[in-house]
C-alpha cells in the first residue's frame, strides 16, 4: 500500500526540518512526500528542487502566484492522484505540529475501519501530547460546535492541518476551487456530504485523536482570522445547501 503526503509550503526555506523527512522516509519504503511550493517570495523553491534530488520519494510542485494553503493543498492532492502511484494521499503542516510518526497511526486507523478520510483529533487530555495555546484552544472549541452544527455532524475538529484520504475519493473532494480561504477542512466535509450523503461521512470519516501534537509558532493564521470565520462558514451554507 504506497501512501503520498502532501507539504505546503510558503517561505520555508529556512525553516523546513528536512532531516526529519528523510529520517522518515528511511524507515517507510511505501511513502512518499510531495511539497508543494506556494508561491513564496524567498528561496523555498530552489531549496524544494534540490531536496528532490537527494531522494526519489521526493516529489515537489510549484504553484505560482501565491494562492493561499487551500490552494496548495488542493493542486498537490490532484497532482499526486494523477502523477504519483498511491492508495492513500492526505496532507501534513509543514512545521511538523503533528509529527511524522502520527502518519503511521493515520494508516493503521484508515485500513482497520475501511474509512474513506481520517482527520486529526487535536484533543488534550491525559497521557497525551496534545499542547495548545489557550487562547487558541477556546477560540477553536468555539468555532468547531458552530461547523459541526452547520454541517450536522459530530466532528469535534475540523482544522487540524493532519487529514489521510482514500485516492479514489482525491478527484471528487479537490476537483473544484474552494470558496474559502481559510476553512477549506470544512470546505471538504460538506463536499464529502453533498457527494456521499451525510450517513455516509457519519460512518466512513473518523477523527483519530493526536497522541501529540503542539502549538508551532509562525503560523500564518492570525487572530483576526477568526472573525471572518461567520463570513465564510456562511459562503460554505450557501454553496453547499447545508
Known amino acids: 500500500m504506497q501512501t503520498t503526503i502532501i507539504i505546503p509550503c510558503y517561505n520555508e526555506a529556512n525553516r523546513l526540518n528536512k532531516e526529519a523527512f528523510l529520517q522518515f522516509l528511511g524507515n517507510h ?37 501565491n494562492g493561499g494553503k487551500a490552494e496548495a493543498v488542493r493542486r498537490g492532492m490532484l ?70 452544527i452547520l454541517l450536522k455532524l459530530p466532528v469535534y475538529d475540523t482544522q487540524c492541518g493532519a487529514k489521510l484520504y482514500k485516492t ?33 461521512a457519519i460512518q466512513n470519516v473518523y477523527e483519530y485523536p493526536l497522541l501529540e501534537w503542539v502549538d508551532v509558532g509562525g503560523s500564518q493564521l492570525k487572530f483576526k482570522d477568526f472573525f471572518k470565520a461567520p463570513y465564510e462558514l456562511w459562503q460554505i451554507k450557501r454553496r453547499y445547501k447545508l
Request: charged share 25%; proline share 3%; hydrophobic share 45%.
Open 168 to 200: 479514489s475519493i482525491v478527484p471528487t473532494l479537490f476537483s473544484d476551487s474552494f470558496v474559502t480561504r481559510w476553512l477549506f477542512d470544512v470546505e471538504l466535509l460538506a463536499r464529502f456530504i453533498n457527494a456521499y450523503g451525510r450517513d455516509k
Open 29 to 65: 519504503e511505501d511513502v512518499s512526500f510531495l511539497f508543494v511550493n506556494d508561491g513564496s517570495k524567498d528561496n523555498t523553491l530552489e531549496m524544494l528542487a534540490a531536496f528532490a534530488n537527494e531522494h526519489q520519494r521526493i516529489h515537489y510542485l510549484d504553484v505560482q502566484p
Open 79 to 148: 497532482h499526486a492522484a494523477e502523477h504519483i502511484p498511491s492508495d492513500y494521499i492526505g496532507f501534513w503542516d509543514a512545521d511538523l505540529a503533528t509529527p511524522l510518526w502520527e502518519i503511521d497511526n493515520f494508516l493503521t486507523q484508515i485500513q482497520r475501519g475501511d474509512f474513506e478520510m481520517v482527520t486529526g483529533l487535536r484533543l488534550m487530555r491525559l497521557g497525551a501530547g496534545v499542547k495548545r495555546k489557550q487562547l487558541r484552544h477556546y477560540l477553536g472549541r468555539c468555532f468547531a460546535t458552530t461547523a459541526s
